[in-house]
């Protein structure tokens, strides 16, 4: 039934021209490509992090799964509390998200605080997020 059609049908489901060609297909890299590179600078930033926990001796695992929920950090300070750090590299985008992610990871999490981790100071997004169970820091802080 379907060979009767005219047109190919791409992997995917993206209609086809007889040569190949397909406009979603294109469509579809077009938009995955800044994603990608969005993708490979938030890694690259969380390596960055890491470092940092490493330079200051901190208990930490990365990619810490629990209770139904995922964040990028868990750090278990001395006195036995524990600080959930969420790591964000683009910070145009969508920042109260962030924040509100954030608030719910230290309560799902039962932690003492919950830092958004950003690449430069902090500034105006630390006053977006007072008053909430959020608190921004810059990269450069973690080690102070």
């Not at 995917?12 to 397909?22: C, H, M, Q, R």
């Not at 390596?47 to 330079?55: M, Q």
């Not at 600080?83 to 920042?95: A, K, M, Y």
Request: charged share 30%.
């Amino acid at each position: 039934m379907l060979a009767d059609k005219a047109e190919a049908v791409a992997p995917g489901g993206a209609a086809t021209d007889d040569e190949g060609y397909s406009a979603e297909a294109d469509i579809h890299r077009l938009r995955a490509e800044p994603f990608l590179e969005r993708k490979a600078q938030s890694m690259a930033f969380r390596g960055s992090v890491a470092r940092e926990l490493e330079k200051v001796g901190a208990v930490y695992r990365r990619d810490h799964c629990e209770d139904g929920v995922a964040a990028d950090f868990l750090v278990k300070r001395a006195d036995g509390t524990r600080v959930v750090l969420e790591c964000r590299f683009n910070t145009q985008r969508d920042f109260e998200r962030a924040i509100a992610t954030a608030e719910v990871l230290r309560a799902r999490l039962r932690c003492a605080a919950a830092w958004i981790v950003v690449p430069f100071d902090a500034g105006d997004l630390a006053a977006m997020a007072a008053g909430t169970g959020a608190e921004v820091v810059a990269l450069g802080e973690l080690g102070g």
